[in-house]
Structure formats: structure tokens, C-alpha cells
């Protein structure tokens, strides 16, 4: 296992065969099981119940699933550990690389479908008769298994180093005389300040920054531009290797939220920091509502945890609610039991997760019919008044899967979306696959604040903020904000949230 880690598995995809694929399909609907995911686990299972995988090749046409989805942060470590302690007690394949993983992920999927559906025909359909099967079998295997020593690779952080004369001769084979007048290095970016003796040359380094780019050696990333601070001065924002990033973490968020006051009405978040480092946060309640897109790995799911840690850290159960709909299961499950879950629950299911928004919208009618009673005109000013109304703040972690599930759904997410804001009912949407199917006109039009991480095509990302740019990010939590309609993206590198972390402050907040 030395060549690959956990942070590599959780972050890449897996196939099965077309065959087991058909299979997995025909097996969720004869078990009524929501997701892929669910059917390829109880796969996998099935498969290490048995001996050696057959040497043979098996082919990877199956539609691929992400591991966050397969597996999850908790129990990625325990599967991992069956799969490769099954290939060393039974002489298969060893597991050193990310490929030999997948390929056994594979297989053992592969495998187990078949398996599965041989135990469903034995059974003639008959969905008790089949679930004793499997009672019956794993009441036959052992109550222990081995799992391999798998720690956390130390991060090691690199200083950064200063690259002025580097920069100065690229600016140069772009055609662009330029001096270095400053340096700052921020979390993963360094930014310079450039100062151009012709100021018309401005366009052409502007048009010039994806060879720039290329000069500098900086892989797929390339330098961003922006005004300077004195005449005929620039700032040069140039990313730097992994190595030399500064991570930042939950205590930070911690110490930002305790050091800023807000005003009554004010819902504050904190995805990240700017490109010097310094705390970056918006207003929710001004936003009013939110859109995160982010191919998988970009660390989108993080970043939904960094805004909802924000919230909860400062305010307390009673005036805030979160909705929170979970179509893959996993990323939310934390916050089960929190006194913070509007309903007590989250939705996981399309039916759920309906009838949760039906319910936000009936809400959200009878706050206006409340208001409208007492003279006021807004959750404010009844809040003011001393009426006890919470905040509500909806997350949807997949509105694709979501969309999947149900397309009447989005009816009542745009009617929440027009009309929720007074009510005190705010919407954090989030996908990974940006697309104008997903992101009808009608739900873009009424989502006015954007976060778009790394995603894979210009199209996407201008799916998300209405202009190109997310594809030239680095990552990772690296992410461009567009709080207010019509401003300029800004820059930020996100906060990186651990399981713990979550758990330690609802804790916290469930103790007091």
C-alpha cells in the first residue's frame, strides 16, 4: 500500500464490468436500493466471502461511480484493509498501486454481482428468502479481519521560494519588459508586483498569460492578473508548487468567527482565505442563496462543511435550522442527532427529499402570513420584535442525483428560491456535474452568489459564475467566489475540515 493512499482512493473513480454493471442495475431494482454504490458494496462483500480472484482480466465498461460515494471517510480504512488483507491471505494480486486497487475493486464487484444475482434467482424473487441467504452467510465469517497499517502521510511544507528572475525572463518571451517592484507569498500563490515601463503592453501580457504560463513551467495552471496598487503597476498572482502550499485549518475558522462581530440579521461564512492569506467570508442572509459547483475531488463537500461550520459555530439551535438533502447518503451523516436538523432529519431519498421542500415552502407561506399579521415585513424586523423564528438554511449536497430522482423537485426549489429570502430561508445548492440541464435558467436566474471550484471545461465554469476561470484552478479547495451579482470573482483557498472537527463542535453546541 506505500504507493498509493487513502487521499488518492477517496479522490478517484471505479468501474465495474458492462456485465456486472446490467447486473447492479437489474439488482437495485429487485432490492430496492437507491444508488449503485449500495448494490457494489453488498457486491464486494459477496466476493470476499470466496477465495482468489480468477487471474483473468475483467473489462472496466460499467458506468464509473466516485469513491466518496462508494466508500465514505469512515469506513474507507476498513474496506480498504479486506480488499488487500483478502489478496494476501488467498496469494492474489498484490495491491501496490492504484490500478492493481482498482482493478480489485473491479473484480471483486464483478464477481460478487453475479453471485448476487444467482443467490436472487435461487431465491425465485423471493426478497425474505434472499435477505435470510445473506443472514445466514455472514453469520458464517469471521467477526475480525485484518486491517493493514495505513498512516497519514506527514505533510512536509516546503518554503517558497522567490522566483522574480525566472518570472522576469518568461515575461520576456512573451514579448512584455517588466521589473519586479514586490513579492508576497500567500497560502499557494505568490503574488508580484509588476512594474511595466510601457503601459501597452498591458494587453499583450493579458493575452499572453497561458504562455506564460508554459514558460514558467506550471503544468495546466497559469498566472492571474489584476490591477496594482500604484501607476503603471500590476499584481501577478503565480501558483506554486503543492509542496509549498500552508494548509488551513478548523482552528483558524474557530479564531475568525470569535474575532468578528456581526450585526442582528447577518449570516456569516467563511469558505476560505484570500490569495494573501487573509479571512475571507460573505453574507449569507445577503447572498441570499448559494451556488457551489466542482468536479469530483475539487473539494466541493468541504467546502459545504467550512459554510455550515460557520453558521453553527456562532449561532445557537434556536434561531437556526439547517435542511439538509443528501441524495448520495454519506457527506451529511455526521450531523445526525444535531439539534440543528430542521425536521430532525435529513432527506436522503427523492420521496424525503420532496416532501421536505413541500414542507419549507408551507413554511415559508405561513411565516409571510405570520409577518404580515404582526406588521412587519421580513424575519428581521419579527426577530426584532421578539418573535422566535429560526433561520432555515437548505444544503442540497447533489442536485443532479437529486434531479435524477425526481424532476418535479425543482418546482419547489425555485419557488423557495423566488420568494424565501424575507422569510429567512436561505439555499446552498451543490453539484458536480455543472451543466445546463441541471442549472436550468430558472434556478441560475434566481441563485444569485456562486462558488465554482475546480471543475474540467470553461463551459462548466461558466455554467457556474457566468464567466470562464474555474478551469485554471488548482484544486484542492482552490476556488473562485462571486458573492454579489455583477462583482468580480475573488480568489480563495478553502478550509480544510476534518470529521473530527465537525463532530467536536455539535458536541460542543448539543452540551450547552
Known sequence: MSAISLQQIMSSRFRTSS???????????NLGLSTKANVARLAISRSMALGKLSDG??????????????????DVTAWVGLIVTHATMHGGEAIDSMDAFRAAVRKHWHRGAQLLMQDWEDASGNFDKFLETLIIRRADLPDVAQTPSIKPTPVKVDKPQDASAIL??????????AE???????????????????????????RGLERLGLALNLQTSRPTLSTGDEAKTISLDVPRPASTWKPVGYAELRDWIASTKITAGQLPV?????????????????????????????????????????????????????????????????????????????????????????????????????????????????????????????????????????KDIEDHIVRLAQKARAAGIHLVIATQRPDAKTFSGLVRSNIPARIALTVQK????????????????????DMLVKAKPGSQPERVHGVR?????????????STR
Open 180 to 206: 519586479i517592484k514586490g513579492l508576497t507569498h500567500g497560502p499557494r500563490v505568490s503574488r508580484y508586483k509588476v512594474f511595466l515601463p510601457d503601459i501597452n503592453q498591458f494587453d499583450k501580457l493579458r
Open 458 to 477: 470553461s463551459t462548466e465554469s461558466t455554467i457556474i459564475l457566468d464567466e470562464s476561470g474555474a478551469e485554471d484552478l488548482l484544486g484542492a479547495g
Open 57 to 74: 482480466s475483467v473489462d472496466s465498461k460499467g458506468l464509473e461511480i466516485p469513491a466518496s460515494i462508494l466508500f465514505t471517510q469512515e
Open 270 to 406: 467563511y469558505p476560505g482565505v484570500d490569495v494573501l492569506g487573509r479571512p475571507y467570508s460573505f453574507d449569507l442572509a445577503a447572498a441570499p442563496h448559494l451556488l457551489v459547483g466542482g468536479t469530483t475531488g475539487s473539494g466541493k463537500s468541504v467546502c459545504l462543511h467550512a459554510l455550515i461550520l460557520s453558521l453553527v459555530a456562532r449561532i445557537p439551535p434556536g434561531a437556526l435550522q439547517l435542511a439538509l438533502i443528501d441524495p448520495k447518503q454519506v457527506e451529511f451523516a455526521v450531523y445526525r442527532g444535531s439539534p440543528y436538523l430542521y425536521r430532525g432529519e435529513i432527506a436522503i431519498t427523492a420521496s424525503s427529499a420532496r416532501e421536505m421542500l413541500v414542507e419549507l415552502v408551507t413554511e415559508m407561506e405561513a411565516r409571510y402570513s405570520t409577518f404580515m399579521a404582526a406588521g412587519v415585513s421580513n424575519i428581521d424586523e419579527a426577530r426584532k420584535k421578539r418573535m422566535d423564528i429560526p433561520y432555515i438554511v437548505v444544503v442540497i449536497e447533489e442536485l443532479a442525483d437529486l434531479l435524477t430522482m425526481a
Open 168 to 177: 522576469i525572463k518568461a515575461l520576456a518571451e512573451i514579448g512584455v519588459a
Open 19 to 29: 456485465e456486472a454493471d446490467r447486473s447492479t442495475v437489474l439488482l437495485m431494482s
Open 497 to 509: 475540515i476534518e470529521r473530527s472537527d465537525i463532530e467536536s463542535l455539535l458536541r460542543e453546541k
